[in-house]
């Protein structure tokens, strides 16, 4: 006999879920910035112009990310596709003028009007989402907190990018350092505080209570804010942001390992164990630039170890889980009766493990060789970059099984 | 026959995620072909869709007038 609800056996009412589309392109922009900016460390050097593209493969996600997660956490209005494409494509045409001016073209005038444009659109219309969402407060308001903080390190890079435009003649480019806290810290590590805040336990199928305060992610809030405020005014103040900093990315790491120790899910999955290097690299970061308050070599390898390995490796992780969750969707929706493979099975792990060894070890190398200020930095680099397009690979291979799906395949 | 599936009602409603998610995966555990869990929800679970797909599981979810979505889950 007909099993009564098999005729709806698919995934919910599309009409009533955020378009995917705009959050799968973007997601595809910003893999491609990653690749791109693996590719410059090798051929380049880190450079800025490699520094911007890892910086532009962290904005990018971070569109995609807030598009897909906001309707879904806090109920807010779901968003039309061309939107998100449109913005995901205003930042990355502004990223590759501003990359392009760092290897020589006249593009930082143009760069510095299109980022400011982009970022303040980007802003203000999450903003206005996260204002119509009526659940989950605490998202909402460290959401709130890394917008306000992007919003003021886009303004600077802006600034900066026009004064090197000679739009305008700033003495701006002393706080190029606070440029980086407010991008790093109060932007891209808070979002990725918050988001992990909802998805580890959903990752690793535990308890959220385990997870525990979200002081802690106020505290890291705090740190930057204090740090960004005494830079070049207080080396007291910027000593104590940085103390609360480190303070609250040890107390989110055991928040983590306890999540991770009261979980349903028998094996760590890739995502996870992604973000378990990650959150030790963060740790690490946080700690080198407090250390770089007493020796200022320190800076730059902590610069290192929270792009390459904190940033880097936690968004890569978490690509994983979502690139195979929205392709995997889509194939669903369009071939509602296909036999898919399963997601836990999907991913390629022996190369997505390998390219997350190539990418620690490189990370680790490249941070050490930072410090002491030896060029065998650039053997840790190439070793990154390897790692670094390994996992692009692994993330392209994983979305082809579930975009290429047979309708043959039927159950 | 339809009439003879056992049905588990849960109201998931008010819940933080990934709770809604852990009670799920919890009580079908143990679940068999005559069984049927019917579930209140907030939000649509698009994580646990997968969770699902892995374990076997069938399921719709229909978005509900007066707001929320019904979840139906039930051994393939």
């Known amino acids: ?52 593209a890892f910086a532009a493969f962290v904005v990018i996600a971070a569109v995609a990310a807030l598009n897909q997660l906001l309707p879904v956490l806090t109920h807010a209005p779901n968003a039309r596709a061309g939107i998100v ?7 990355a045409i502004g990223f590759s003028l501003l990359i392009a001016g760092f290897y020589g073209a006249h593009s930082f005038g143009a760069a510095a009007v299109v980022l400011a444009t982009s970022a303040a659109f980007w802003v203000g219309w999450s903003v206005l989402r996260l204002f119509q969402g009526r659940d989950e407060r605490r998202t909402r308001a460290l959401a709130f907190f890394a917008l306000a903080a992007f919003l003021a390190a886009a303004g600077l890079g802006a600034a900066m990018a026009g004064a090197l435009g000679d739009l305008w003649a700033l003495p701006i ?48 809030a705090l740190g930057v804010l204090v740090a960004a405020g005494s830079f070049e005014r207080s080396p007291i103040g910027l000593r104590i942001g940085l103390i609360a900093l480190v303070a609250a990315s040890v107390g989110i790491g055991i928040s983590h390992l306890k999540t991770l120790s009261s979980r349903l899910r028998a094996r760590l999955d890739v995502s996870l164990r992604y973000g378990q290097v990650a959150w030790t690299f963060g740790i690490f970061a946080s700690a080198s630039a407090l250390a770089g308050t007493w020796q200022p070599r320190m800076f730059p390898a902590a610069l290192v170890l929270a792009i390459l390995g904190w940033l880097s490796i936690t968004i890569l992780g978490y690509a994983y889980k979502i690139v195979g ?22 991913v390629d792990l022996p190369l997505a493990y390998a390219a997350l060894g190539l990418m620690t070890t490189g990370a ?13 930095a650039r053997v840790g680099y190439d070793i990154y970059a390897l ?15 579930y975009l290429f799906a047979s309708e043959g395949a039927r159950g | 026959m339809d009439n003879q599936k056992r049905i588990v009602r849960l109201d998931n409603r008010g819940l933080a995620p990934p709770e809604p998610m852990m009670r799920i995966l919890t009580t079908i555990e143990d679940f068999d072909r005559d069984a049927i869990l019917v579930a209140n929800m907030d939000r ?11 374990r076997g599981f069938a399921y719709s979810c229909d978005p509900e007038i007066g707001g929320g979505y019904l979840l139906k889950v039930y051994r393939e």
């Open chain 1, 325 to 346: 969750f929205l392709t995997w969707q889509g194939a669903k929706t369009r071939m509602p009766t296909a036999r898919l493979p399963a997601l836990g099975n999907a």
């Open chain 2, 44 to 54: 649509e679970p698009i994580f646990l869709f997968a969770e699902l797909h892995d």
């Open chain 1, 364 to 376: 680790l190398v490249a941070a050490a060789c930072t410090f002491v200020e030896s060029s065998l």
């Open chain 1, 387 to 401: 790692g670094g397009i390994a996992a692009v690979v692994a993330i392209a291979r994983l979305a082809a099984r």
């Open chain 1, 1 to 52: 006999m007909a099993d009564p609800f098999h005729a709806n056996d698919v995934i919910g009412n599309p009409s009533s879920r955020n378009d995917p589309l705009g959050s799968e392109f973007a997601l595809a922009v910003a893999l491609a910035f990653y690749a791109a900016g693996c590719v410059l460390i090798v051929v380049t050097g880190p450079t800025l112009g490699t520094l911007h």
């Open chain 1, 85 to 91: 494409f449109t913005i995901a494509s205003a930042f």
């Open chain 1, 173 to 220: 480019f002393a706080l190029a350092p606070v440029h980086a806290l407010l991008a790093i810290g109060g932007f891209a590590s808070i979002l990725i505080i918050t988001i992990s805040y909802r998805f580890v336990p959903m990752f690793a199928v535990a308890h959220a209570n385990a997870y525990g305060s979200w002081g802690t992610a106020w505290l890291a």
